[in-house]
């Protein structure tokens, strides 16, 4: 069964400051990997797709590095603002099973400091 | 291209009824899934849909069904809610089956007194 971690749970910076957000998978033989932001009592709004056979996608000040071999995706969003704030989730779909349902982490909830 | 859209946006249901929520995919979009968020659980699988047919579906309980029609609307329903359904019901759809971009709509609050 996949398994989805993301680290840290919060994060709160300055604005101005780079963020990095992590996560780590269990079974590295997915489809792709997806990023996605969630605000308050809100849907999910799509910000970065990877294939498997991408190691890196970049969207404007978003930029997502995935090492599937180690199960490891990585996002980037240079120079934060305070609009940034939300929780941000990964999600992978794996494959073999025919199964293409995502698999989300628990989040990481972003805190930008005007 | 108009995005997911999901109705009701919000809805209050006593223990004991049902309730049916409605997800229109994005327009060409075959691959309807439905997702429940939970505080305490997070985004949990629900079902997915391709072509009418029920492709997969979660580890929820049957009071959970839902079907797809032939213009890939979507509809689930829960019979027999329970305190513990109260939560945010989110329908994603892609273009096709497999390893497309997911599109999320902005869920149904469902709250269960």
């Known amino acids: 069964k996949q398994e989805v971690t993301q680290i840290p749970a919060a994060l709160s910076v300055p604005e101005g400051e780079n963020l990095v957000l992590n996560c780590s998978f269990t079974?590295?033989?997915?489809?792709?990997l997806q990023w996605f932001r969630q605000d308050p009592g809100k849907g999910l709004t799509s910000l970065l797709l990877?294939?498997?056979?991408?190691r890196e996608q970049t969207s404007g000040r978003l930029n997502a590095s995935l090492d599937k071999s180690s199960g490891r995706s990585t996002l980037y969003i240079a120079a934060s603002q305070p609009g940034d704030s939300a929780t941000y989730l990964c999600?992978?779909?794996?494959?073999?099973?025919?199964?293409?349902?995502?698999?989300f982490g628990a989040g990481t909830t972003v805190t930008v400091r005007a | 291209k108009a995005g997911v859209t999901q109705t009701p946006r919000y809805l209050i249901k006593t223990r004991g009824q049902q309730v049916t929520l409605s997800c229109s995919p994005i327009?060409?979009?075959?691959?309807v899934s439905w997702y429940q968020q939970t505080p305490g659980q997070g985004l949990q699988f629900l079902f997915e849909?391709?072509?009418?047919?029920?492709?997969n579906k979660g580890n929820f309980p049957g009071r959970f069904s839902g079907r797809q029609f032939s213009n890939s609307r979507s509809e689930m329903n829960v019979s027999t809610l329970e305190l513990g359904d109260s939560a945010l019901y989110l329908c994603?759809?892609?273009?096709?089956?497999?390893?497309?971009?997911?599109?999320f709509g902005p869920g149904t609050r469902l709250t269960v007194t």
């Open positions: 327009s060409g979009h075959r691959s």
């Open positions: 849909y391709f072509s009418e047919t029920q492709r």
């Open positions: 994603a759809s892609s273009l096709e089956r497999g390893g497309y971009e997911q599109y």
């Open positions: 990877i294939q498997s056979s991408q």
């Open positions: 999600a992978v779909i794996g494959v073999g099973s025919n199964d293409y349902k995502l698999s």
């Open positions: 079974d590295s033989a997915i489809y792709n």
